[in-house]
């Protein structure tokens, strides 16, 4: 019941931060960028609104005449000011995409597994704060969250790059059927095999490692894992094969990961 209730919660949650990420695009919110297959151009579109800010229609040119044009309404200052309040953050979004997106040209491996890294070891840590949170213990493992973090530096980053490659060369359309292709061998092969890894890591940190008990570690927990995935990574994969650039996909799939993770890092380390 546990389970089902963070499946369907992570899956809400990933549908509400698509329709957030939309309808803030569709307000002007976000920069707007375009990408080639190596490298990709972020335009703010503050930019836009400060030159679109000067123009004004007929109506309000007329409207502004009459009233002496001296003082602007309530109305007018209202976006200046949010303006004024967006223009950092996209500042501050567009550089780090802009930024970001060259190391995907220039080092894409190593990127795309220093950010796995550091998504593994945040989702450790939480998954950590609300095993505490249940037992009244404060202390927290560090040696775990290292673990979970070499995992998705050294295993994870490098797998998924390797990966997504190999099924976009296989199956390279975006269609329904080609994306349900993608998600199917997903389930198949890259997500038993990456969960097969992650328990593997779990009893090695602990000390507690041998082959048997690997096996049976597998045999208790990988079907449950399993199936909770099927709930969660079909439709992680349903918007990243249609939505989201190829480029991009990584980076999408390690910040879903973050929730992924603090499940599976709840599993791994339940005696």
């Avoid at 209730?5 to 960028?33: D, E, R």
């Amino acid at each position: 019941i546990g389970t089902m209730f963070l499946v369907h919660g992570c899956s809400l949650a990933v549908l509400l931060c698509l329709s957030s990420v939309q309808v803030a695009t569709s307000l002007s919110l976000f920069p707007k960028f375009a990408m080639n297959h190596r490298q990709c151009h972020f335009q703010p579109l503050w930019r836009t609104l400060r030159g679109g800010a000067q123009v004004q229609s007929s109506d309000e040119s007329e409207a502004s005449a009459h009233l002496g044009g001296s003082a602007s309404s309530p109305a007018t200052r209202t976006p200046q000011k949010l303006q004024g309040a967006i223009i950092p953050l996209t500042t501050a979004v567009a550089s780090f995409g802009r930024l970001y997106c060259q190391q995907l040209g220039r080092r894409p491996i190593l990127t795309k597994s220093v950010t796995a890294g550091f998504v593994f070891g945040l989702s450790d840590y939480l998954a950590q704060r609300i095993e505490n949170s249940k037992s009244g213990h404060l202390k927290m493992d560090a040696t775990r969250i290292v673990a979970s973090s070499l995992v998705g530096l050294l295993y994870f980053g490098p797998a998924a790059h390797y990966w997504y490659e190999m099924i976009f060369r296989l199956l390279p359309g975006t269609g329904l059927l080609s994306t349900m292709y993608k998600a199917f061998w997903g389930q198949i092969v890259f997500g038993p095999s990456f969960t097969c890894v992650f328990f593997a890591v779990s009893l090695l940190q602990s000390g507690d490692f041998s082959i048997g008990k690997w096996v049976a570690k597998i045999r208790s927990d990988l079907p449950g894992a399993w199936l909770a995935g099927v709930g969660y990574w079909p439709l992680v994969d349903l918007i990243s094969f249609s939505v989201v650039p190829i480029i991009w996909i990584p980076l999408f799939i390690n910040m879903c990961s973050l929730i992924w993770t603090i499940y599976l890092s709840l599993v791994a380390n339940r005696k």
